[in-house]
């Protein structure tokens, strides 16, 4: 549910412990742009190794490619993009703010169905044991009042989104009174398309230079090389090729942090299928990717599926991972289904085949295609956002104390252990340093001594680090250190011989590919 003081401390967290920066912060920052610190680079760079290990090293028919952010001009115009990648925006007169149109009726939308949400949580309260939340869902007439509208809003939104008809766009924004957020007025522009794609010049004398474009998906790459992969890789249908990679979208409403930035990271794979298998495919896809979603115990209830009110220009079918952002359920990640479309088009406009000969049918064809596509950085705010907790502790003495820690899967943290001597002297620095010397060949790990232990462990909660190794006068007596474990407070004394082993079980990446279920 939507939570926007939680989003505020996140985002004041990812900044005050070196997960994500504003851009150009010294110059007053840019729009929708941001960096990615010491523990936040860590953290992607896991989140990517998660995904790409899934998808490339346990499936013998994928493989991963890299290609360029440049490609020639008139792969967009192939691909759809110059015609049709644009959102239809609106401008307030008086707040001067601009709006997308349709993000503007789903959250509207939105407001309404918490309503219901609310309704129901009022019942429950009431009703106790006895609710029955299917029953009261088809029975009260306040909430098939407020179903009934959004039904209708969704039916009207529907179509003037595939018909193209943004003057009633418009007029469902006017007809259901919604007003701008920031001058609480409903004097509104008409409504107006917007392409999103970035362009540059290529070449050094711009009066010969040729207009080239930021890509705004990684998915082209892909389809561009798909003769190159699947000769070279001698692959045969079906098949898939991975790609991770930076993407550039001029977004009219860019803001709730990095979940709609103007550069951003995607995670695509395109998988190539024999025609008519695309249902079957399209279906195999949706749940490999939210059992992969549901490994990592992010909770259960946060996801849901969400179909296009409007398909893509490239799209035949099409299915949204929502997730429960701060912000309220929103797009995780997306699976097309795209038919032939990108490969039919490039083949049309490049004049060279792109076709597949199915030594089983004995011919050739364009295959389909079905497309996972998630934003890495959603990934990173979806990870973020569910593994804070401000908690409160008891203490022995009977009163209380919170700290932030950060619950990330073990497998995902950006540090896996702190290595902490104790004191600073007594030789217990030099003993630690041993030890760390030996993890760090294989595990991401830090060296603290400053601060008391106490204070260097609510820091290490707060990057969530699942161990600390406390080393102490006993560690050079009898070569055990303690080890304290990030969720449970527990510490326990263990000979350091033991230390690579423990730290190795709990973060290893297997554990998490284990819960991926039909793989
Ligand atoms: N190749 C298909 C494609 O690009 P999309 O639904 O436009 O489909 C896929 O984008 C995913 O990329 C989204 O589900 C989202 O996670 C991520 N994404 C899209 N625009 C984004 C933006 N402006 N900032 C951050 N992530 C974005």
Request: charged share 30%; aromatic share 6%.
């Given at each position: 549910m939507a939570n926007p003081e939680m989003l505020k401390k996140i985002i004041a967290h990812a900044k005050e412990y070196g997960f994500i920066f504003q851009s150009s912060e010294i110059y007053d920052g840019l729009s929708a742009v941001y960096d990615y610190g010491q523990n936040g680079v860590e953290l992607k760079n896991n989140i990517k190794k998660y995904w790409w290990d899934s998808m490339v090293k346990l499936n013998e028919n994928i493989v991963g490619i890299d290609t360029a952010i440049?490609?020639?001009?008139?792969i967009w115009t192939a691909s759809g993009h110059v015609g049709a990648f644009s959102d239809p925006l609106i401008d307030n007169k008086d707040s001067k703010k601009r709006y997308r149109a349709d993000v503007l009726i789903e959250d509207h939308r939105e407001k309404i169905q918490l309503k219901i949400n609310k309704d129901v949580d009022k019942a429950q309260k009431r009703f106790g044991d006895e609710f029955d939340k299917e029953e009261f869902l088809k029975t009260n007439k306040r909430v098939l009042d407020r179903q009934a509208k959004i039904d209708s809003i969704t039916e009207r939104f529907q179509n003037a989104l595939n018909n193209d008809d943004l003057d009633d766009l418009k007029q469902l924004i006017v007809d259901e009174g919604i007003i701008c957020?920031?001058?609480?007025?409903?004097?509104w522009t008409d409504v107006r398309q917007f392409n999103l794609m970035f362009d540059t010049k290529l070449g050094s004398v711009s009066e010969d230079a040729d207009k080239i474009y930021l890509r705004p998906e990684t998915a082209q790459g892909i389809f561009v090389n798909y003769l190159n992969v699947q000769k070279t890789g001698r692959m045969k249908l079906p098949f898939g090729i991975a790609q991770i990679g930076k993407a550039f979208r001029n977004e009219i409403v860019a803001r709730q942090f990095i979940f709609r930035m103007r550069e951003f990271e995607q995670m695509e794979m395109q998988f190539f299928i024999r025609p008519g298998e695309q249902e079957k495919w399209f279906e195999h896809w949706k749940n490999l990717r939210i059992s992969w979603h549901k490994a990592l115990n992010l909770g259960s209830e946060g996801y849901r599926f969400h179909d296009h009110d409007k398909l893509a220009h490239y799209a035949t079918a099409a299915t949204d991972i929502e997730f429960d952002f701060p912000m309220g359920f929103k797009e995780l990640e997306g699976i097309h289904s795209r038919g032939d479309f990108d490969l039919s088009q490039h083949q049309e406009f490049s004049g060279k085949k792109l076709q597949y000969f199915d030594p089983e049918l004995n011919k050739s064809y364009v295959p389909f295609v079905i497309e996972t596509s998630i934003g890495l950085d959603r990934m990173f705010l979806a990870i973020l956002s569910s593994s804070f907790k401000d908690e409160k502790i008891e203490k022995a003495d009977g009163k209380t104390e919170s700290r932030i820690v950060l619950k990330i899967h073990p497998a995902l943290a950006p540090v896996k252990a702190a290595v902490l001597p104790l004191?600073?002297?007594?030789?217990l620095p030099e003993k630690a340093r041993e030890i760390l010397k030996e993890l760090q060949y294989e595990f991401n790990c830090q060296y603290e001594e400053k601060d008391s232990i106490g204070k260097r462990y609510r820091r290490h909660d707060a990057i969530g680090t699942p161990f600390c190794i406390t080393v102490d006068h006993q560690s050079l007596e009898d070569n055990t250190v303690t080890i304290r474990d990030r969720d449970t407070m527990q510490q326990e004394r263990i000979n350091i011989n033991e230390v690579k082993n423990i730290i190795s079980e709990k973060t290893n990446m297997k554990n998490l590919f284990e819960k991926i279920e039909n793989r």
């Open positions: 440049f490609m020639h001009p008139k957020p920031v001058s609480g007025s409903k004097n004191v600073k002297k007594d030789g």
